[in-house]
Nanobody
Framework: QVQLMESGGGSVQAGGSLKLSCTSSTSSQRTHCLAWFRQVAGNEREGVAS???????SYADSVKGRFTISRDKDKNTLYLQMNSLKPEDSAMYYCASGQIRQSTLEGDDYLYWGQGTQVTVSS
C-alpha cells in the first residue's frame, strides 16, 4: 500500500507563491507517473500537472507558465511550485500516484491519492 502525504498549502495573496510537496511511503512509484489534482467543494476534480517516469510533464491550460511540477526520486517526493497565484487557484490540492509510466492528467489513471492540502488565494 502506497501512502502519500501532502504539505505546503496555506493562505497567500494574489500574485504570491507556494510550493507543495508530496512524500511517498515507498520508492515503488519511481517508475510511475505522479500528478497534482485540485478540487473545490461541489466542483469536479481537475488535473493540474503531471510528470511521467521519463520526466515529461503535462499541465492544465489554466496553470501553464505559472506552475512547475518536479520530482526527486531519491527522496520519493513530488513538488508543485505555484507562482503568480490567482484567487481561482484556491482549492484542495491532492497528489496522486499512477498506474502507468507516461504523464497523464486523467484521474482514472491514478491509483493512490493523498489526503490533500488546502490552498487559499485572496484577492
Amino acid at each position: 500500500q502506497v501512502q502519500l502525504m501532502e504539505s505546503g498549502g496555506g493562505s497567500v495573496q494574489a500574485g504570491g507563491s507556494l510550493k507543495l510537496s508530496c512524500t511517498s511511503s515507498t520508492s515503488s512509484q519511481r517508475t510511475h507517473c505522479l500528478a497534482w489534482f485540485r478540487q473545490v467543494a461541489g466542483n469536479e476534480r481537475e488535473g493540474v500537472a503531471s510528470i511521467g517516469s521519463d520526466a515529461l510533464t503535462s499541465y492544465a491550460d489554466s496553470v501553464k507558465g505559472r506552475f512547475t511540477i518536479s520530482r526527486d526520486k531519491d527522496k520519493n517526493t513530488l513538488y508543485l511550485q505555484m507562482n503568480s497565484l490567482k484567487p481561482e487557484d484556491s482549492a484542495m490540492y491532492y497528489c496522486a500516484s499512477g498506474q502507468i509510466r507516461q504523464s497523464t492528467l486523467e484521474g482514472d489513471d491514478y491509483l493512490y491519492w493523498g489526503q490533500g492540502t488546502q490552498v487559499t488565494v485572496s484577492s
